[in-house]
Structures are given as structure tokens and as C-alpha cells.
């Protein structure tokens, strides 16, 4: 009657795709934001972490711009 | 056929299509809360701000996509060939109940499924109409009421873990800034939360009006949405979306817990992933109970204490029996149209008397983007404690059975 498989995989692909957003961008935010600590203690401290953050941040774009590829139906 | 009875149908078509639109709106700004309670919960985007970005995506997403439209009880009502014929009058019927129940909720600013409610009311309709063989209980239970009852603890779950990571990976000497940047992926997710609501959500009344075309005859079986039908859809969504459902957006924002920049941006993460993954991989999710079931998961993600039950009860039974409301109403109006012109002009001013009724109604306490941010009527304190700019003196002297408001101020970040 309900479509069990459907629904675990729903919830599994919920689950890994929401934690792994949340993640990366929980990561960038406390690269960002100790950097810029850092560099508010020492001009031209905290270089890596900002540039990791910048990344992570990227990572989280392409993210957003999966989402709407995912919703618009044009694209796929 | 006689000349008379075509103008009864055109005349009909053109109440079906009016109701419509009229539910296409109460849809937008019903569903406004999904994507935007918890971004102007947090600050994240101001409450104006909020429903215009909501408004354009719901706009923009209603000329995405017309796949739903073509596919509107999706089996549920065994229309077509070899089952029943469905009549503009039981569409308008159908439209009366689900309009009834999305208006009562919206004044009780609880966050119901428009879905629930266009599909109760249809098939209240449709049952009067035509009987109880006209509907597949089967899909009923698979495709509505199962789902509604798994919905909000998958949601639930997901923010309540994506949460939990939100605070772990932001631990530290930096905590309580880290967190309050969170607000900016929150104007992302929530984008998406909007832009999805409308690739959905007007195409439910793109379906029935144009069901309603080719029942009457005016547009060939098996068509799609005509462009002006996609159009003044796309409209009506985005006007009901741009006035704002402010009760319901209270209820979900502030109502269910007090959220916090990371526990709003898991919550949307939660959401969007959740919608996208259920819309992709067929297993069909409301969005307004996974929308409701994460802020409940983030509420519990980072104190269980601060999730109100008492709020979260009352939008649970609110869920279960907005089906069999909207269908109870329409079975009426369906009963009453049946007696012919007179009754159908008798359902159509009853219908306007209680929509005018409920509107003068939501004036004598009204919220608004002014006071969208303050406390529900549940819970009994002053409204300066709301505020998360409040005092900690002021938040300590709160009357003990008072929830906490905000647990940012009780120092839990600092852990």
C-alpha cells in the first residue's frame, strides 16, 4: 500500500543532503568567523582559515544552484 | 443542447474559475509561513522583505513547471473514462469547503495543507455527487493520509540532527557571532523553500480550472493549462503570498519554539532538502507539515524544553482533521447546489457572507508585518520580553510558568 522503499530512500536522501549542507556550512561560518578574530588581533593573521571559509562558502553556492536546477523542470 | 443551458455552464465556468483564483490566493498566503516565518523569526530578512522575495519565487515558480496541473487528484477521484463525470458544480462546490477551512485556519493561525484542503474539498463533492465508488480509499491512504502522518517526524528528525551539527561545528570562544551569521544562508534556503512552494502549488488551481475548462466542454480532453489560466494563477499565488498569512507566520516562527538563526537555517536546510528529495524520488510530501515539523525537530535539536506542545498539539489536530472538514463543507454546498440555479446562488452568497465574516473577524486582533514577531495569544506575557534585544533583568523576572523566550539570552551558546 505505501511505498516503503520510496519513503526510506526520501528520508535517508533528506537526511544525508540536509547534514551535509548544514555542516559545510556550519564549518565555513567558524573558519569565517575566527578569522576574522584573528586578523582583528593581528593585521594579516587568520589568511588560511578566511580562504577556507571563501571556499566552503563556494561549496554552499553550487549547493543552492543544485536546488534550483533540482526544481526547475526546464533544466533537466 | 439548448441555448440556456450553455449559459448556465458559461456561467458556471466563470464562478469555478473566480473560486479558484480566490483559493489560489488563500494558498499563497497560507503557505507564506513555510519558506519565511523563521527567516523573519530570526531577523534574517525583514518581514516586508520577506513575503515580496516569497512573492516573486511563487510568481517566477508558477510558469516553471505545469507537470502537477496535468495530474490533479493524481488517481485519487477515478474521473475519465469508465468512472464518474465530474461537473463544474462539484468543482465549485469542492473549491467552497476548501476555501472555508483555509480561511477558519488562517484566523486560528494554524499552518493546514491548502492540498488537504482542495483535495477534502473535492472530495466531499465528488462523494455527494456521485457516491462513495467515486473515490479510491487506497490512494486516499497512500497518497494523503499516510504521508501526513509520517511528514512531520521525518522533518522533525532531519532538522532535529542537522541542528545538533549546526551548534557542534560552531562550538567554540566564537560561538554566539558564528550562529548570528547563519541568518544569511537562511535568505537562501528559504528562497528555495519559495521558488519550490510555486513550481507546486499553482498548478494545483492551474489542474482544477482547467479540469473545469474540459468538463464543460470549452477545451479538449487531455490538454494542458491554457497561458492565461498559468498566468492569473501565477498572480493570485503571488498576491496571496505578498499579503502575508502574519498569523500563521507568528504561529510558525515565534509560536512553536523561539528559533535561532542556526536552529532556523537546519530547519530550511531540513525543509528544502526534504521537499526536493520527496518531489524528486516520488514519495510526495506537504510542504507545510515538513515546513512545521523541522522547526519542532530544531526546536528539539537544541533545547527540548523550549518546543510549546501545547501549540504543536493544536497544528497537529488542525492536519488531521483539515481533510475531513474541507470535504464535510463541501458535501454541504454540494448538497445545496444540487437544487439548481437557486442553490448554487444560495452557496455562493453563503460562502461570501463567511468569508466577509471571517475577515472583519481578523481585525479585531490583527497582526501584521508590524507585530508578526510577538507573542501568540498561548502564551500570556509582555511583549518587550519577545524581542530578542530585550534585557537578560527583563527575562529574569518573568512570572515562573512563563516559556522561555530566548535561550540565547540563558546562555546555553556559551556552552
Known sequence: MIEWESFILVAVVSLVAASVIVTIASFGIRLFENATHARAAEPGAGRIGMGMARVLFGVCAVLVLFGVYLIVPAFH | MKDSTAVDISLMVALVVVLALFFDFTNGFHDTANAMATPIATGALKPRVAVTIAAILNLVGAFLSTEVARTISGGLIREGDGGIQITPTMIFAGLIGAIMWNLATWLLGLPSSSSHALFGGLIGAVVVGAGFGAIDPGVLLSK????????????????????????????????HAARGRFRMGQVFTSSLVSLAHGTNDAQKTMGVITLTLIAAGFQATGTGPEFWVISVCALAIALGTYVGGWRIIRTVGTGITDVSPAQGFAAEASTTATILASTHLGFALSTTQVASGSIIG????????????RVAGRIGVAWLVTLPCAAAMAAIAELVARLGPWGVAADALAGATVIVFMFRRSRRNPVNH?????????????????????????????PPKTPAVNTEIRGRDAS
Open chain 2, 370 to 398: 508590524t507585530n508578526v514577531t510577538g507573542e501568540i495569544p498561548v502564551v500570556h506575557h509582555t511583549p518587550s520580553v519577545v524581542m530578542p534585544k530585550a534585557p537578560p533583568s527583563i527575562a529574569s523576572a518573568k
Open chain 2, 298 to 309: 530544531a526546536g528539539l535539536g537544541r533545547n527540548h524544553r523550549s518546543v510549546r506542545w
Open chain 2, 144 to 175: 494523503i493520509v499516510l504521508p501526513a502522518v509520517i511528514a512531520p517526524f521525518i522533518a522533525a528528525g532531519i532538522a532535529y540532527v542537522a541542528t545538533k551539527i549546526a551548534y557542534r561545528v560552531t562550538r567554540g570562544p566564537h560561538a
